[in-house]
DNA sequence: TTGTACGCGTTATCAA
DNA sequence: TTGATAACGCGTACAA
């Protein structure tokens, strides 16, 4: 494999000549940079980033941590910040947490072994010693569907809270007082925690007592929705309607609730959370509040990406989430 | 950011020992290495990886190239190239192509200038010049969802041509005669040209004569499923039966053929392609080819890593491909 | 506009 | 078992 050496040689220049045609072609008279790209061209010469990234420090890398590719949602973020880094010329390293905060320590440490310029991360667990160290260090990091307004590093996210009083609003606009929500797993991410939060206060605001019998914790599974919600549909007095986390819970709760014998949407609503891609075309069509999941990616890269060039003062981008109403839910005949 | 140099200097010794117990530990004295340690502790080194890379030649990192992250096949695929790369503690930088051939040409000149080990690529164009380079120059790469069941390279995929050919016959099997196919660009990829020949193969071998008026292609989108099973239904002799080249497609097309007030299966068989971890939610349940995203990911990547030890013989592993029978396919009724 | 020469952090070779 | 030192390929002061 040849090097700037083997180019400058070859052209009669130095190797400083060579990488100024490279980086600053400008700088370089055009005789002479005509006669360098025809040797790089002679010995088929092949950049080294690697080599660069040594010398400068910089590996134009970033690294990209997710909970897990399988869900859509996180597909989804995932090609906004590739498609922003491709655009700017830099690499992205992804890894999966598969939300255990053990996994998530190890991708951030191997991740900035590589000597990536910056991560995203989709945390699973905000007050952990990861984020930290990167903010006593001084890190480029960005959170990516950050539950967080403020605080001394930049994110990314959406009003969980908000989001979880929109469907559970919607709900009740319809007449619907028995209402359960399958959320995910506390311990996994707070997400689910605040969407949870925001279903109680909405009940509350309605003067409808919280019943905790009928809140069911389950990992973002298709299974999970469809066992809780048959859990839930055999109470002694089951619900008219149900909140779900996310929209794959929602999926497994259609599922269960039709296995359960049940005509949907007439014996029970159903609202999701994210809207994603295959979200109007389930049957009945999902009723969900819609997440910017692909702009929120954007939008982290481009937020990391101007931290790498100059230190800056925190940003918190909360996006707009929206109540996006299809089929799944109908007004309460009971 | 302190270095190797550093620690060997806080613990009296060389450089060459503190990379010895970072590679080799046990050919250090257990005293040396205790002293490196703790030095390494107190100066609170972080190992460079990109060094290593640079020294070694080998960046223990390996690109993967799909069409796109958003359709779930690839992400399946993905994910199984991540967790067995994670395992061998290499990394994955990931890239969508987008199905354009010039977007792969790119992928490749940027994975390859990062110095990555090998490549994984669900390749657009079996044909272009991309491979060709890549073989002349004995690169290490390996294909995914490839077509190709021999070469000068390794391969990894099914056989797309039985793939069509058993949900054809499945659908005739059911009395089914008029069939029609929406089949993902042959453009694109080959893979759904090879579905599309097996398809019109099963067709001959059954005597059912071929007719191209119920062949349409389109993209490999939902909308592209809808509106593609709208104009075939609208046919003077509109099909009972329908093979779609993946299930996105057969997500939309029973999305399109609801819409134009048929009730599924009666009025409509559907059978879809790839499996997808949502397709046993659909409704109704959907018929489809199996293919095992998941292993052809891991196998991919394992192939892979032996490559970049040692040179080896080309490998093609052709994966099952079985026909799974759900709601969405009944007996033909006209 | 171009060239010289050093530095980046690690591994590898060879010698002790 | 350990140390001294060259090498990896590129960028970049500084000098010319």
């Given amino acids: 494999m040849s090097t700037v050496l083997d180019v400058a040689r070859l052209a009669g220049v130095s ?6 045609v490279i980086n600053t072609p400008d700088s370089v008279r055009e ?48 090609l906004g910040v590739q498609e922003y880094a ?62 967080i307004k403020n605080g001394p590093f930049s994110a990314v996210g959406i009003d969980n809270y908000r989001g979880g009083y929109l469907a559970t609003e919607h709900l009740i606009s319809l007449g619907h007082k028995r209402i359960c929500m399958v959320a995910g797993n506390f311990s996994m991410t707070d997400r689910s925690f605040h969407r949870w939060h925001g279903y109680k206060r909405c009940l509350k605001d309605n003067g409808i007592p919280y019943d905790k019998e009928l809140l069911v914790q389950t990992d973002y599974s298709l299974s999970g929705g469809r066992d809780s919600i048959k859990k839930l549909l055999s109470l002694p007095s089951p619900p008219t309607a149900v909140f779900c986390s996310n ?70 981008d909360m996006m707009e989430t929206t109540l996006v109403v299809r089929e799944s839910t109908t007004r309460c005949l009971v």
Avoid: W
Wanted: glycine share 6%.
């Fill in 247 to 316: 929209d794959y819970i929602a999926l497994g709760a259609i599922k269960g609730a039709r296995e359960a014998g049940l005509t949907l949407p007439k014996d029970l609503s159903i609202v999701g959370f994210d809207d994603m891609q295959t979200a109007s075309y389930m049957v009945p069509a999902l009723t969900t509040i819609h997440q910017p999941a692909y702009e929120m990616g954007q939008r982290a890269a481009e937020i990391l990406l101007q931290m790498t060039d100059r230190q800056l003062k925190p940003i918190h």
């Fill in 31 to 78: 005789k002479t940079r005509e006669k360098v790209l025809l040797a790089m061209e002679k010995c088929n010469y092949k950049y080294n980033a690697l080599a660069r990234g040594f010398a400068t420090k910089r590996s134009n890398t970033i690294g990209l941590i997710i909970p897990t590719i399988s869900n859509s949602v996180f597909a989804e973020s995932t």
């Fill in 15 to 20: 190797t400083a000549t060579v990488s100024r």
């Fill in 86 to 147: 491709d655009q700017k010329n830099i690499r992205v390293i992804l890894g999966n947490s598969y939300y255990k905060y053990s996994q998530e320590e190890n991708l951030v440490k191997a991740l900035r072994e590589s000597q990536v310029d910056g991560l995203i991360i989709t945390t699973t667990n905000l007050k952990g010693e990861i984020l930290k160290s990167l903010i006593d260090e001084k890190f480029p990091f960005v959170l990516l569907f950050s539950t």
